[in-house]
C-alpha cells in the first residue's frame, strides 16, 4: 500500500533561502527543507511532493492539483499569506488538511505580516522556529489523517 502523498508547496523568494536575509530566515536553503521533509516524511510514513513557486497562480494550481492527488498539504505560502484570497479559496475548496508554515514568527515582524488569509483555510499554523516547523506540519498532517481515520 501507497503511503499517503502530502503536497509540500512553497510560495515566493523561498528559493533565495539561505543568502536572503539570514538574520530573518535563517541560514538553511530550501534543498536542506526538502531533505529534511523528506526523512521526517519517510519516518511517519507519509510521502512528499515538495514544490517552490514564484508565481500566485501556479501555486493556486498546485492546491487544485492536490484536490485530486494528495491527502494533505502543508504550504508557506510566503508573501502570499498576507495578499492572496485567491490562494485561501483555492485552499478552502480543496477539503483537504492545511497546514500553515512561516520560517520567521509573522506576529513579531511588520504589522502587515501579522494577517494570513491562509490561516483561514489551515487546520494549523506554525510560525518562527525555522526549518524544524516543516518537520511539525508534517508531524500534524500525519496526526490529523490518523484521526480521521479512526472516525
Do not use: K
Not at 520567521?104 to 489551515?122: C, D, K, P, T
Not at 525555522?130 to 489523517?145: K, M, V
Request: glycine share 8%.
Amino acid at each position: 500500500m501507497n503511503p499517503p502523498l502530502i503536497f509540500v508547496l512553497n510560495g515566493p523568494n523561498l528559493n533565495l533561502l539561505g543568502t536572503r536575509q539570514p538574520e530573518i530566515y535563517g541560514s538553511e536553503t530550501l534543498d536542506d527543507i526538502e531533505a529534511l521533509c523528506a526523512e521526517t516524511a519517510d519516518a511517519l510514513d507519509l510521502a512528499i511532493d515538495f514544490r517552490q513557486t514564484n508565481v500566485e497562480g501556479e501555486l493556486i494550481s498546485w492546491v487544485q492539483e492536490a484536490r485530486s492527488h494528495a491527502a494533505g498539504i502543508v504550504i508557506n505560502p510566503a508573501g502570499y499569506s498576507h495578499t492572496s484570497v485567491a490562494l485561501m479559496d483555492a485552499l478552502l475548496a480543496s477539503d483537504l488538511p492545511v497546514v500553515e508554515v512561516h520560517l520567521s514568527n509573522i506576529h513579531r515582524r511588520e504589522s502587515f505580516r501579522h494577517l494570513s488569509y491562509v490561516s483561514r483555510a489551515a487546520q494549523g499554523v506554525i510560525c518562527g522556529l525555522g526549518p524544524h516547523g516543516y518537520a511539525l506540519a508534517l508531524r500534524g498532517i500525519a496526526g490529523i489523517l490518523a484521526q480521521s481515520e479512526q472516525d
